[in-house]
């Protein structure tokens, strides 16, 4: 699956790193670009796909430090970091938001990632 998500133009963008209760990322500075479609990959299965019409890193530190949504994908990334396995923010610049939304949507119906809501 992490194949198909590099054949459509994502890359890797940071690997997530544990902190206590929650994580950080070891990564190249963030560009301020915005329109992002992103996932977080653990052990190369992508475990989660979004979009941002934000800076990809002001979105990171949403997941970091943000409330209930955050929480709940924040919790499956450190969950996967205490038992040990790697994870990594994949993302790929768009421009236009309807095709990011399109694209998003497509992604979630054909892999299923699992910590995706329906």
Same mark, same amino acid.
């Given at each position: &699956?992490?194949?198909?998500?590099?054949?459509?133009?994502?890359? %890797?963008?940071?690997?997530? =790193?544990?902190?206590?209760?929650?994580?950080?990322?070891?990564?190249?500075? *963030?560009?301020?670009?915005?329109?992002?479609?992103?996932?977080?990959?653990?052990?190369?299965?992508?475990?989660?796909?979004?979009?941002? =019409?934000?800076?990809?890193?002001?979105?990171?530190?949403?997941?970091?430090?943000?409330?209930?949504?955050?929480?709940?994908?924040?919790?499956? =990334?450190?969950?996967?970091?205490?038992?040990?396995?790697?994870? *990594?923010?994949?993302? /790929?610049?768009?421009?236009? /938001?309807?095709? &990011?939304?399109?694209?998003?949507?497509?992604?979630?119906?054909?892999?299923? %990632?699992? *910590?995706?809501?329906?």
């Amino acid at each position: &699956m992490l194949e198909d998500y590099r054949r459509f133009g994502f890359e %890797p963008q940071a690997q997530v =790193i544990a902190s206590g209760a929650r994580f950080t990322t070891a990564h190249r500075a *963030w560009t301020s670009r915005p329109g992002w479609l992103y996932a977080f990959v653990s052990d190369g299965r992508v475990m989660y796909v979004g979009l941002t =019409i934000n800076p990809l890193g002001a979105r990171v530190d949403q997941y970091r430090h943000g409330g209930d949504q955050c929480a709940r994908v924040r919790q499956h =990334i450190v969950d996967e970091l205490a038992a040990g396995r790697e994870v *990594w923010l994949y993302g /790929r610049p768009v421009d236009d /938001r309807e095709e &990011m939304q399109r694209e998003e949507a497509r992604l979630r119906r054909d892999f299923k %990632p699992p *910590w995706n809501r329906a």
